[in-house]
């Protein structure tokens, strides 16, 4: 049996280039946009994108108590609580030392995943995040920093942010472009309310025009491939692959705008690269079982889990819909997807 880690990672790379190459774009938006009111509408454009594709699959396990709570607690975690944290941090903080802090959003969703959303974290998944975090600060790291109440503000903004991307992998009865509809609506609208708050002017339309056009591909796009690959591949791979956003971004500003190569990025984009080795060529296998579940979610019918049939779709074709799954009992190499969220004890596994 194979595992399809191809696609949900090429998904998740996606999600991160289309997020990185929005920053050159929020620079120049900047000059005609307050911050908030920037990511306000960014927000609101990923709710305009989605919205024609946030009806259909999922309509009957919607409807759980369990799902609806996830997604509430997404939306209040990563669209209210973070936002605002940060919002402080930074007037507490030089943006710098905001910047150099961020980066601990990749290490919190991998120790939220393990300690309470029974996601196998091994040593050489430990080694890769590391990695992440050491490359993304060599990327971002200031002249100097500092910490104090600014740090611990941010610090709780990227748990808040973790805290949002453990509970967005596990949601399965509405589809990642469900999801992001809603994020997106309550976390733009929440920004541009603490930019009114703040004293932000109110937006020029050409620029809130180009804003929420960049929204629909940077955040609405970014957040389905993100969220569809996070389902995959669990919260703390996927984080470490979006992670990469950064560099995409600064490869852009090398290719795009010319700037000149420094070490320190090229460093950092070494180490980002062997953190993603890492990860990729982890391989964690034991026997386990599998209650019966219905639920909504991108498959295929190769893994040995989706035994289900479309007369006329090839088995290794991605689709999604709502489906059901008897009880199971195998071995085979996997990850902390939406089927294999049980617990490791006594050392077991590969």
Request: with cysteine; hydrophobic share 50%.
């Amino acid at each position: 049996m194979t595992l399809p880690i191809a696609a949900p990672a090429l998904w998740c790379l996606l999600a991160a280039a289309l997020f990185g190459a929005s920053t050159p774009v929020a620079r120049a938006l900047l000059d005609e946009l307050g911050p908030l009111t920037l990511a306000g509408l960014f927000y609101l454009g990923a709710a305009l994108g989605t919205a024609p594709f946030a009806r259909g699959a999922g309509e009957t396990v919607a409807r759980r108590r369990a799902d609806r709570l996830r997604l509430l607690g997404a939306v209040l975690a990563g669209g209210v609580v973070g936002p605002v944290l940060v919002m402080l941090g930074l007037r507490a903080a030089p943006a710098a030392s905001v910047a150099l802090w961020l980066n601990l959003e990749a290490p919190a969703t991998a120790l939220l995943g393990w300690a309470f959303f029974h996601e196998q974290v091994d040593r050489r998944t430990w080694a890769a995040a590391a990695l992440v975090w050491v490359a993304s600060v060599g990327l971002a790291a200031p002249d100097g920093f500092s910490g104090g109440l600014g740090a611990l503000l941010v610090l709780g903004g990227c748990l808040a942010w973790g805290l949002d991307n453990n509970l967005t992998a596990v949601i399965d009865g509405f589809t990642p472009a469900q999801t992001t509809f809603v994020k997106g609506l309550v976390a733009g609208l929440v920004n541009l309310g603490l930019a009114a708050a703040m004293g932000e002017a109110a937006p020029p339309l050409r620029a809130a025009a180009v804003a929420l056009v960049v929204g629909i591909f940077a955040y609405g796009a970014s957040i389905v491939l993100y969220v569809a690959g996070a389902q995959q591949l669990g919260a703390t791979r996927a984080q470490m692959i979006f992670a990469t956003a950064p560099f995409w971004g600064v490869g852009l500003a090398w290719l795009g705008l010319g700037e000149a190569a420094e070490p320190a990025q090229l460093g950092a984009a070494l180490g980002m690269v062997l953190a993603l080795g890492l990860l990729f060529t982890e391989r964690h296998s034991h026997l386990h079982e599998h209650e019966a579940e219905r639920h909504t979610h991108w498959h295929r019918h190769d893994d040995g889990h989706h035994a289900h049939s479309h007369p006329g779709m090839p088995r290794w074709g991605w689709h999604i819909h709502e489906h059901d799954h008897e009880p199971l009992r195998h071995t085979h190499p996997h990850r902390p997807d939406l089927h294999h969220r049980h617990r490791h004890e006594g050392g077991e596994g590969d």
